[in-house]
């Protein structure tokens, strides 16, 4: 091959390799920018469920009443419980929250009844489901209150001074206010207080008389505890 040739063999080639890279760097100014995988820890959003540990204080409202038996008036026992809350956020600043625990309680006459000591006892389970607005201005420091219902069980019930006790199940209020303090993404501590209007009838017989009346428990729910979010 002479050298003439070669030369023109090697000119081409070049031509050819400087316009295949210009039509390649077009194409690259033409395609979209992509954006970086996200790391795998960014992917996942923050998880809605949360839960909370607390010690329960239930302060109830000493008042209540036997139809029928003038100047009747009761009292009930305070008590200190474990209590488990699981809640649901729906948004940043809305969120549901249900709590479950269960405590004893004792019913004692007062006024005209005051002799009767001890009417008797009873298991007393309160869950309550209220809707809770979250304030998210403060870092750290998240303050909520919350309103919705509860539905008190009265189980396992005894008699003392009476021949027969029955507290019936019943529908509350409930209004509430408190707040976390985070520590860190997951952990923090809280602080809670709820007011339940519950005002339950019951039935009694107290010296062969069949009797009915209402009881004012109105207790106050006042509890320090655990945080978690997941």
């Known amino acids: ?46 998880s809605p469920w949360q839960i909370r540990v607390r010690g329960l204080g239930v302060i109830t409202n000493d008042e209540g009443s036997v ?6 008036d009761l009292s009930y026992s305070d008590s200190v419980i474990p209590e488990l809350d699981i809640t649901y956020y729906f948004t940043d600043n809305l969120a549901a929250e249900l709590i479950l625990g269960t405590t004893w309680a004792g019913i004692y006459g007062e006024g005209s009844l005051a002799g009767l000591d001890r009417i008797g006892s009873t ?23 919350g309103a919705g219902v509860n539905y008190t069980i009265f189980y396992n019930q005894d008699a003392d001074s009476a021949t027969d006790l029955h507290v019936k199940d019943s529908f509350g209020f409930a209004l509430q206010a408190g707040f976390d303090y985070m520590i860190n993404e997951h952990w923090g501590v809280n602080f809670d207080v709820k007011k339940i209007f519950l005002r339950p009838d019951f039935d009694v017989t107290v ?3 069949d009797l009915t009346g209402n009881a004012k428990l109105d207790p106050w729910l006042i509890g320090g505890g655990v945080t978690y979010r997941f």
Do not use: N
């Not at 139809?67 to 009747?72: H, Q, R, T």
């Open 207 to 209: 010296g062969g008389a």
């Open 123 to 145: 298991w007393v389970l309160p869950p309550t489901l209220t809707l809770q607005y979250h304030f998210t201005d403060f870092g750290a420091f998240k303050p909520y209150v």
């Open 67 to 72: 139809d029928g038996v003038a100047g009747s």
């Open 1 to 46: 091959m002479t050298t003439t040739c070669t030369r023109r063999i090697s000119a081409l080639a070049a031509t050819t390799a400087i316009l295949l890279f210009a039509q390649a760097a077009g194409a690259a100014d033409l395609m979209p920018a992509v954006e970086p995988t996200p790391a795998a820890e960014d992917i996942g959003a923050v």
